[in-house]
């Protein structure tokens, strides 16, 4: 049987109802299986959703839904990508604080690519795909006010240098950095302009529907 750690809310104004459901959640699980219990948990979810219930509305902690036991290892180095991630905040953090010491107010959204880092870090250390030979590359729409550690992974990258670290949000001279994604302002570098906030995620969602369309017609191959 899998134990159900369940902590029992303040409010619960009737506890022997309580725990009847819970026993027999707990019976299905002994008898049925998890999956007879998740299907039912999703059956109860999916009507109270009908009955104008909002299940997911309640605070809970963060859940994995592939438990422990059938997680693989991690494709990665994970001490080394620590370090790169370590770096690249670094490197993002110090552009923009010498740009605003220089001129006082560029901005930059530090807090932005500082708390989403590791989801960067994991998408182009082991997801985001480069075009090569025939094969297009995979169409990625960054968060905007997260460029600056963009900007600092290419640079560690060797893919743009510190003179134009120097330059950021300052490119009218044409050795800076834009301040947010755009391919007009750098051609070889972003893929779609993100801003204003909330452009990024519909023309993400577009482009999507765009790339079904191409493929059921046989016009392109996009299923990669």
Do not use: C
Request: no cysteine; charged share 20%.
């Amino acid at each position: 049987m899998i134990p159900l750690d369940v902590s029992r809310p303040s409010d619960d104004t009737d506890p022997a109802e309580t725990a009847e459901w819970l026993d027999a959640l707990r019976g299905v699980i002994a008898t049925a299986g998890p999956e007879r219990a998740r299907f039912l948990l999703r059956s109860l979810e999916d009507d109270a959703g009908r009955m104008g219930l909002d299940p997911s509305s309640a605070p809970a902690a963060y859940r994995n839904t592939i438990p422990v036991s059938r997680q693989g290892p991690y494709p990665g180095d994970v001490a080394m990508e620590k370090r790169i991630a370590s770096l690249v905040r670094w490197n993002a953090l110090a552009m923009v604080v010498r740009a605003n010491a220089a001129y006082g107010d560029l901005g930059g959204h530090i807090a932005s690519y500082a708390s989403a880092a590791e989801i960067f870090e994991v998408g182009f250390n082991h997801f985001f795909r480069a075009s090569y030979d025939e094969r297009p590359g995979d169409l990625v729409f960054f968060q905007p006010h997260s460029a600056p550690g963009v900007y600092a992974r290419a640079f560690l990258e060797g893919r743009i240098d510190e003179s134009k670290l120097a330059n950021f949000r300052r490119e009218l001279g044409g050795n800076g950095l834009s301040s947010y994604p755009h391919p007009w302002l750098m051609p070889d570098f972003w893929q779609y302009p993100t801003v204003s906030m909330g452009l990024g995620p519909m023309n993400a969602i577009y482009q999507a529907q765009f790339n079904k369309y191409l493929m059921n017609r046989g016009i392109k191959d996009t299923s990669q």
